[in-house]
């Protein structure tokens, strides 16, 4: 015991600080986070008590979980799963088929994943699967034999539910749900998605078969509750294997939350989106920085993870651009100023360049006319312009109309930070008539 | 075997015999004695009389069975004004799918079932008929013969009476025949003959058959020539039979003094000549055990044999009664080609050499067979083989108890069988064998009927029979049974059908504990309630539709309209299971319910596959089903079943053709369907909607539509499902149906949110503890369910989301449209932050912030890669986003 303690001890801190970040990534990826989701109590408890009715009663249901993009639907099911496939009888009893409207993209692939998922493809000895309708009865007869006391329960769970109403006639879903109303197998049928409307997309003999029970999950909690959940995913469990290490990492994650630049990012973020999948992205970004020389997350490293998701993608991209094509951008930005964001062509901007060379000779090399197309080209590749045709109608290119997808303060902006930028092109681009 | 009829395309001229023998002048019908029928290429004529048995030009390639009741004109002269009344048989494929495993055994080929329904349309057009059949009536446990090449015979042993199988009342099959059950077997003009050659060179269809009836031809190459000898010899037979004719009726008649008449004894009665000949049988058992060397043949010794019967026949009529109740199916013997050998020769020496007044009784009765046999084409034929009870007995004992000591020589004489059985003289050795085979088979089949069935073991003998044997079936050498027959009425058992299920739970489910578990129970949708109320006036009119069709034995379609959860599907289940229960309380012909619903197929054209497959359980491709359809219900069947079709969500089997609503309803209209159609849609007007005129005719005007439940209906649906258990005050039941009714009418919300409201009164109740749903929890139901989540969602969502919402409607203000490109309203959007005081965001997560409203629709937005130029426009009313804001 004591050895091993010892070689606990041992561990390095290099070590201690590659497991930590192991363990921090998985919850950030793949959603594990520890405990009950936060302030969904009720939610949670809904949920559970409707499983365990299908897993322990043989009652059927279906029910639907709304929330926007990110605020713990897929968490809340698979914790209350969780839970329930803990008690023992329950785990042997529940069959769970998962389903995707991202994958499932129509019934018959449905069809055949729920037939997989249920290990029904052996029973009919290893005969592959041959038409859709014989796949459909099958299914149905399969659930038909079934009943309420004496079949294991089903749990149907479909994500991106709304896609699954988008199916022809929304047979799978008539049919899910008149099994879960009538006595035939039980079975619940869940579905996750983060359409509000999505009853709307529910045929009506589809809707009256569905129970019509929603939870919604809006993600209505506080700041407060924010740093909670902050420093809750951040720390370290009880049980990591370096005991003192993870103290040492939960005290600094402590006084993490204390800074006050950490509470203004926070705040900042927050204010943008109550989404936990963005807060991971920037958590994740800021445990990337710590290595063996940088033990801890500082505020510093909160601070440029913020800065990196929050930056514009687009003003990145003109930072990059040369000063041809930075020249072009800003005669496009005249153009659609003068017209008032009419599209134009490449002849109306080459014109505009002209214009601007003629003035400044001294200042702006001139460029060939194919050179120029050369660099509209490359604009058009970064998809900082777009035509307003699709690929198929055939105009000359220097004709073509396009059109700027930049906002003008993206632009004043990204000159300003662009590294030796001629002052003559900043002057032309301020000014309201080159 | 009957398969070939109807693909007989040659010509039967149809004349009546003699003169009209009765003539019924109030509806001018002639009743004749006989018809003739002459085929043509053909120079032979066949007689067909009243009291044969017949086949009838039937569907699917299968002729009808039927008996021969009366024949007469209608006197109008035209093509088809011979008619015939006929008492039905059925065979094993004719009854109805779902009702086939109530035989609980595996059906003979030649097995047919006297039809007991009533009503059924008995009068048949004459010039269907195609030829005579022998039918002979077995005892319920007997085996079915195995005489070799007897194709030509069927065996009644049960009748059919739509929902069970019951031993045949052989009163009834006397009385409805008026005459007695021999045929007339006076008119022996071999009249099945031409007509079987004929059928017979084209029953060759089946890859098998050629090898087998070969083979057959092969082994009984003997028995079939001496009937033929037999049947040449005929002439002097049928000098005898009228008054063997006279003489049975007598002795039907009268019964013998101091025995009760119980159904065995009519049945004793009736198979006198059975009787004699099982007599006969047992004689020649006993005395073969007797003799010390089995090449001792009767054959040689006719007069023996006849001089011993009566004394045997005394003792066994008590055997008989002694017997009458018993359950016994042991090993028992068949020694059928014994005693058509013994017979055969015993009559041929009767005719020969006249009969003595002491005997004549015997000897009559053995003789009505014999004519039916020689009739029957020269076959040896059924009632001979006959077999009842008390011949089984003693024979079964005799033969238990050597078959042991046969075993062994049986095995080594096995490689000589052959040989021996062609060989016309030596007849008893080969009889003998067949005598212990038969009954050593019969065991076996015996024990694999109780045993797994599978991998019976073979004896080595069946190395002879093997190709086409299956374990259970009895007969070995029922003639014709080829493989393209027998599967037919046994598809279901193909692995194709095999039918999975969902694994059953290791543990129980457990019964609701409490009065609001137990409420909820209830409450379910799936629960099946006692009775529907509410819906009597329905219930009424489609249950008297329905019985009207099945008792008149027509077919119609019903439209039934109504918004969903109004209790369509419901109701018609509930007339079903009334309508079945008045069939099996006999006050309605059965009728058999099969149900589609368009959201269960995947295309329109499977509703033929479904339909065929419950029907028939047949397989098919959907063009194959329609065309097998087609002509199931366009030919005249009048022994089938009333279709009772429920066709559910109709709209789905909309196609451009609307074939399949054509068909559908186009069926019921033909005369010989008997097809009753119910079809369930939401809309009212779909067949003026959607229907093209040619289907919406044929749909007809009997409709009906189910009004949404009103608040009253809907309390008393919550009502009497919950009867009595008292979960739910007054008020609260009353808020939910009125509320519901007011929304849709729908009752399954309404059963959805009273359980939701037993689920949130538990949760309450394990903190206050009133057990009762109260007005509060219906309320917190219906707001979960029936609140629009906009506004919460608004009020949840993340400031600069709010912000972003805020700038739409200003933008929307600006420029006096409901619509704008994301620029815009990012420009506002960066307005807004300023106002606020927030940092102004970044163009990147300006549009993610738009994006997330759009994927909850809070927004309607064009796909993302429009960028800046994304029209934005809002899901929700700008008051509600104004109002949310503010509270907010």
């Known amino acids: 015991m004591s050895k091993r303690k010892s070689k606990e001890n041992c561990l390095t801190h290099g070590e201690c600080i590659s497991q930590a970040q192991r363990m921090l990534r998985e919850r950030f990826c793949h959603q594990k986070i520890p405990g009950k989701p936060f302030g969904v109590e009720s939610q949670h408890k809904h949920l559970l008590e409707l499983l365990k009715r299908t897993a322990v009663h043989g009652e059927s249901n279906s029910v639907l979980i709304v929330g926007p993009r990110g605020a713990g639907k897929t968490m809340l099911l698979n914790c209350v799963l969780n839970e329930l496939l803990e008690v023992k009888h329950v785990q042997e009893n529940v069959l769970q088929v998962q389903l995707n409207g991202l994958l499932q993209t129509d019934d018959r692939i449905a069809l055949k994943e729920i037939t997989r998922q249920l290990h029904l493809e052996n029973v009919v000895g290893d005969k592959v699967f041959g038409s859709f309708a014989e796949n459909l009865a099958f299914l149905l007869e399969a659930l038909k034999k079934g009943d309420r006391s004496s079949s294991r329960p089903v749990v149907f769970i479909l994500d991106e539910f709304d896609l699954f109403a988008h199916h022809k006639n929304q047979t799978l879903l008539y049919n899910l749900f008149d099994v879960s109303q009538s006595a035939q197998t039980p079975v619940a049928v869940i579905g996750l998605t983060c359409r509000l409307d999505v009853l709307e997309l529910l045929e009506k003999r589809v809707k009256s078969r569905f129970s019509h029970r929603q939870i919604h999950l809006l993600s209505s909690f506080r700041f407060k509750q924010y740093l909670e959940i902050f420093k809750m995913q951040l720390s370290l469990p009880e049980d990591f294997t370096d005991r003192r290490f993870a103290e040492e990492w939960n005290q600094n994650i402590k006084s993490l939350c204390e800074d006050r630049s950490v509470e203004d990012v926070l705040q900042k973020h927050f204010c943008s989106s109550k989404d936990f999948r963005s807060l991971h992205m920037l958590l994740m970004l800021a445990l990337s920085r710590v290595t063996v020389s940088h033990p801890a997350i500082k505020p510093t490293d909160l601070l440029e993870a913020s800065r990196l998701c929050t930056m514009d993608s687009k003003a990145n991209i003109l930072h990059g651009l040369s000063v041809l094509e930075l020249c072009l951008i800003i005669a496009m930005k005249h153009l659609s100023d003068i017209y008032d964001g009419e599209p134009f062509n490449f002849q109306m901007v080459h014109n505009e360049f002209q214009k601007f060379i003629q003035r400044k000779s001294h200042s702006v090399h001139n460029f060939e006319k194919p050179v120029v197309i050369k660099a509209f080209e490359h604009l058009h590749q970064l998809e900082l312009i777009k035509p307003m045709e699709g690929p198929s109608v055939r105009t000359q290119k220097e004709y073509q109309l396009v059109k700027l997808l930049l906002d003008n303060s993206q632009i004043m902006d990204a000159l300003q930070k662009y590294p030796q930028c001629p002052t003559d092109v900043k002057q032309w681009a301020t000014s309201a008539f080159g | ?888």
């Open chain 2, 1 to 888: 075997m009957s398969r070939y009829f109807t693909r007989l395309k040659k010509r039967r001229v149809y004349s009546w015999i003699g003169g009209p023998s009765f003539i019924d002048r109030k509806l001018k019908h002639m009743f004749y004695e006989g018809l003739c029928i002459k085929t043509d290429g053909n120079t032979n004529t066949g007689c067909i009389r009243p009291g044969h048995y017949i086949l009838i030009e039937g569907d699917e390639d299968r002729s009808y069975v039927a008996k021969l009741l009366k024949l007469y004109d209608d006197g109008t002269g035209t093509r088809s004004s011979k008619h015939a009344e006929v008492q039905w048989f059925v065979r094993f494929h004719e009854v109805p799918q779902n009702k086939r495993k109530r035989l609980g055994r595996d059906p003979h080929p030649n097995e047919v079932f006297l039809y007991e329904i009533p009503n059924c349309d008995s009068d048949i057009d004459a010039e269907t008929i195609i030829t005579t059949v022998q039918v002979q009536h077995l005892e319920e446990n007997s085996p079915f013969p195995a005489a070799q090449s007897q194709e030509n015979s069927l065996y009644v042993k049960l009748s059919w009476d739509g929902k069970s199988f019951s031993p045949v009342n052989l009163d009834l099959l006397l009385q409805s025949g008026g005459k007695p059950v021999l045929p007339a077997s006076s008119h022996t003009d071999s009249l099945p003959k031409p007509d079987l050659d004929v059928s017979r060179g084209l029953a060759v269809d089946s890859p098998s058959r050629p090898t087998r009836s070969a083979r057959q031809q092969h082994s009984s190459t003997s028995k079939y020539s001496q009937s033929k000898e037999l049947s040449d010899r005929q002439p002097s037979n049928v000098i005898s039979t009228p008054t063997a004719r006279k003489k049975l009726q007598l002795s039907n008649s009268v019964k013998p003094p101091g025995s009760k008449l119980t159904r065995d004894d009519v049945l004793a009665e009736l198979l006198d000549e059975d009787r004699a000949v099982s007599s006969l049988e047992a004689e020649v058992t006993r005395r073969r055990a007797l003799a010390s060397k089995p090449s001792s043949s009767p054959s040689k010794k006719p007069r023996d044999l006849c001089i011993s019967l009566s004394p045997i026949r005394g003792g066994q009529i008590t055997q008989d009664h002694q017997l009458a109740n018993g359950t016994q199916i042991g090993p028992r013997l068949q020694p059928e080609e014994l005693v058509k050998r013994t017979l055969k020769r015993e009559s041929r020496a009767e005719s020969t050499e006249g009969e003595t007044p002491s005997k004549r009784k015997d000897s009559i009765k053995i003789d009505a067979p014999l004519d039916i046999l020689i009739e029957d084409g020269g076959e040896v034929g059924g009632p001979v083989v006959a077999v009842t009870p008390r011949s089984r007995r003693k024979s079964a004992q005799v033969s238990s108890a050597r078959i042991q000591q046969q075993l062994n020589y049986l095995n080594r004489k096995q490689s000589t069988d052959f040989d021996v059985d062609d060989d016309e003289e030596d007849v008893f050795l080969p009889t003998k064998k067949d005598l212990k085979s038969s009954s050593e088979e019969e065991s076996e089949s015996v024990t694999g009927r109780r045993g797994s069935r599978s991998a019976v073991p073979r004896t080595p003998r069946s190395s002879r029979k093997a190709p086409s044997r299956t374990p259970a079936k009895t007969p070995n050498k029922t003639p014709r049974r080829t493989p393209s027959k027998t599967p037919v009425p046994r598809t279901p058992r193909t692995p194709r059908h095999a039918t999975p299920s969902i694994p059953s739970r290791t543990q129980p489910t457990r019964k609701p504990g409490n009065v609001l578990e137990e409420a909820r129970a209830r409450l379910h949708v799936s629960s099946v309630p006692e009775s529907l109320p509410c819906r009597e006036q329905e219930f009424q009119d489609i249950f008297n539709f329905v019985e009207s069709k099945v008792m008149d034995g027509t077919g119609g379609c019903m439209y039934i309209s109504g918004v969903p959860g109004t209790g369509k599907t419901a109701t018609v289940h509930e007339v079903i299971r009334c309508l079945h229960h008045a069939a099996e309380q006999d006050e309605l012909p059965s009728f058999c319910f099969i149900e589609i619903n368009g959201m269960k197929m995947t295309a329109p054209h499977q509703a033929y596959v479904q339909i065929l497959q419950m029907l028939t359980g047949q397989k098919a491709t959907a063009e194959h089903a329609a065309a097998l359809l087609e002509k199931r219900f366009s030919t005249p069947a009048p022994k089938r079943e009333t279709t009772v079709l429920l066709v559910d969500e109709l709209d789905l089997l909309w196609t451009r053709k609307q074939n399949v609503m054509y068909n559908l309803f186009d069926w019921p209209t033909r005369r010989q369907a008997k097809l009753v159609v119910l079809a369930i849609a939401n809309t009212m007007d779909l067949p003026e909607r959607i229907m093209i005129n040619r289907v919406a005719s044929r749909l007809g005007l009997t409709r009906m539509s189910f009004q949404p439940y009103s608040y009253k209906q809907l309390q008393q649906i919550i009502t009497s499902r919950l009867n009595r258990v008292r979960a739910f005050e007054d008020d609260a039941l009353q808020l939910v149906s009125r509320k519901v009714a007011a929304l849709s009418g729908d009752a399954r919300r309404c059963l959805d949110i009273c359980r939701r409201a037993t689920e949130i009164c538990e949760f309450s109740s394990q903190r206050s503890g009133s057990g009762l749903v109260a007005m509060s929890h219906v309320m917190e139901a219906l707001d979960e369910m029936f609140s629009s989540p906009y506004i919460t969602a608004i009020r949840c969502a993340s400031v600069q989301e709010q912000i972003f919402l805020k700038a739409v409607i200003a933008e929307f203000r600006r420029l006096g449209l409901e619509e704008a490109t994301f620029q815009q309203v990012f420009r506002q959007h960066l307005a807004l932050c300023r106002v606020e005081g927030l940092s102004p965001v970044c163009m990147s997560e300006g549009l993610t912030t738009c994006l997330r409203l759009g994927a909850c629709r809070l927004l309607l937005l064009e796909s993302s890669h429009r960028d800046l130029h994304l029209r934005v426009r809002l899901n929700v009313s700008q008051d509600d986003v104004l109002y949310a804001l503010k509270e907010g």
